[in-house]
Antibody, heavy 118, light 107 residues
Framework: QVTLKESGPALVKPTQTLTLTCTFS??????????ASWIRQPPGKALEWLAR???????FYNTSLKTRLTISKDTSKNQVVLTMTNMDPVDTATYYC??????????WGQGTTVTVSS | DIQMTQSPSSLSASVGDRVTITCRAS??????LNWYQQKPGKAPKLLIY???SLQSGVPSRFSGSGSGTDFTLTISSLQPEDFATYHC?????????FGPGTKVDIK
């Protein structure tokens, strides 16, 4: 059974750096073709893809946010980490991680809500 | 980046109705189109991938069609558990993008 779970701070201050961890089980990110993505959803708004990391350590970022994002993986711990710098209130959202193969996100975590406020 | 649009943005329907949601891409994406269902407070769930392939465990009343720039999600007979928001997503580009969503609520 494939599961993913996001963790991180519920509240961050403006200008701070957000670090989110996705801990997963049931698959390995060292298996050819496996990928993991981060997606966010502000309250009442659309889903927005943020970043992806592949089994071979290829990384892809949202064009508009790429200067603020870093994605990494720890295969031994079955974790994917996303950092987002210079947080702003508009970054308030639920952040999801998802497993993907061929860019199809077939299993999602439950999401973690992040509020940016002073 | 490839832009995705959906219509309508919301619709009201009754149990048993046939429901159709449209998704359009800003450029041709072949069949690299996926549909997700999201209920309030929950993560999205994959329904359809590659435009028309039903994800395992998804009821057969859901179907998808289309290619190129225009795609459709159809629910043949709406059930109470189908009231949700539906999102399309293109997987043609490494930088995937989602549509704005279509909310289906009870008439």
């Amino acid at each position: 059974q494939v599961t993913l779970k996001e963790s991180g701070p519920a509240l961050v201050k403006p200008t701070q750096t957000l670090t989110l961890t996705c801990t997963f089980s049931g698959f390995s990110l060292s298996t050819s073709g496996m990928r993991a993505s981060w997606i966010r959803q502000p309250p009442g708004k659309a889903l927005e893809w943020l970043a992806r990391i592949d089994w071979d350590d290829d990384k892809f970022y949202n064009t508009s946010l790429k200067t603020r994002l870093t994605i990494s993986k720890d295969t031994s711990k079955n974790q994917v980490v996303l950092t987002m710098t210079n947080m702003d209130p508009v970054d308030t959202a639920t952040y999801y991680c998802a497993r993907s193969t061929s860019n199809v996100m077939d299993v999602w975590g439950q999401g973690t809500t992040v509020t940016v406020s002073s | 980046d490839i832009q995705m649009t959906q219509s309508p943005s919301s619709l009201s329907a009754s149990v048993g109705d046939r429901v159709t949601i449209t998704c359009r891409a800003s450029q041709s994406i072949g069949s690299y189109l996926n549909w997700y269902q999201q209920k309030p407070g929950k993560a999205p769930k994959l329904l359809i991938y590659a435009a028309s392939s039903l994800q395992s465990g998804v009821p057969s009343r859901f179907s998808g069609s289309g290619s190129g720039t225009d795609f459709t999600l159809t629910i043949s007979s709406l059930q109470p558990e189908d009231f949700a928001t539906y999102h399309c997503q293109q997987s043609y580009s490494a930088r995937v993008t989602f549509g704005p969503g279509t909310k289906v609520d009870i008439k």
